[in-house]
């Protein structure tokens, strides 16, 4: 190596190093982490942070009777406040992660505004130093298959994405840190709808104008929470998404061919979802690498783990 050479390479060692430095944990000593609600990608969210030693609280109104994760199970409604005020104190970081009743506007009001009002109102605010919120992409509507990032104004065209901002926009006003991740649609073990509804011949995808997908493996959404509170000085938004935006007759093409099953035929774009590609450079730039930054290596990960 000539010395040109040696001196870029240690131009290079240095920005990574001051990168690493930028990114470093908060502490380094052990997390007390609630999760309010703790289903599916909550656990995922659990396991890792079990796995580097930190103690892992999650809420649920019926918490398993039975279970040797590791995980310190609480039980409350976070729509009765009454049932929060015996919650342990001295939690230092708060993943607000529920899964609302049903697909309306005052259940997704009861969980996403006023229960985070009573949690925050029964957690130590002493101790608390990071509150992580997941939300969602349906806080942005149709962009005609444009570009999407942080920047780009909000505008939600149910009432899912409108009562997810709200929210976000309270939490944003308090005075404890916190952070928003707006997750694209997950897949992963157990969320095949689209895998069956392929395979029995009942997908439909619009051919004349491309509609843009969005997806994130749950391992990696899961990752992606995880990485956000560990980093030293994390943005306020962030977008949680694969590298790979794909027009949605591409991806259903290439799930058919893998399934053995005809191309799917010609249907709508899926209703109030909207057609762009969310950008997930902030979360990269953060120091963020997915597993899986193509749905369909993802997908056929899925397809091979399961034959």
Known sequence: MNFSSRKDQAKKDRTQKDQAVKNQSVKNRTESVLLAGCGDLGQRVARQLLARGDAVWALRRHPPAADDSGIRWLQGDLTRPETLRDLRVGFTSLVYLPTPDARDEAAYRAVFIDGLRHLLSALDQATLQRVLFVSSSAVYGEHGGDWVDESTPPDPPGFNGAVLLEAERWLAEQPVASVALRLAGLYGPGRLQLIERLRAGRAGVP?????????????????????????????????????????????????????????????????????????????????????????????????????
Not at 238 to 245: A, E, H, K, S
Not at 273 to 295: C, H, I, T, Y
């Open 207 to 307: 051919r004349g104008t491309p509609h843009w997908a969005n997806r994130i493996h749950i391992d990696d959404a899961a990752a992606a929470i995880v990485h956000l509170l560990d980093i030293a000085a994390p943005l306020p938004l962030y977008l949680g998404v694969d590298d790979t935006p794909l027009p949605l007759d591409v991806l259903y093409d290439y799930l058919a061919g893998l399934l053995g099953a005809p191309a799917p035929m010609e249907g709508p774009a899926p209703a109030g979802v909207g057609s762009k590609r969310l950008s997930n450079e902030r979360l990269r730039a953060s120091g963020f690498v997915s597993r899986w930054p193509d749905a369909r290596e993802g997908y056929a990960a899925l397809l091979a783990s399961s034959i």
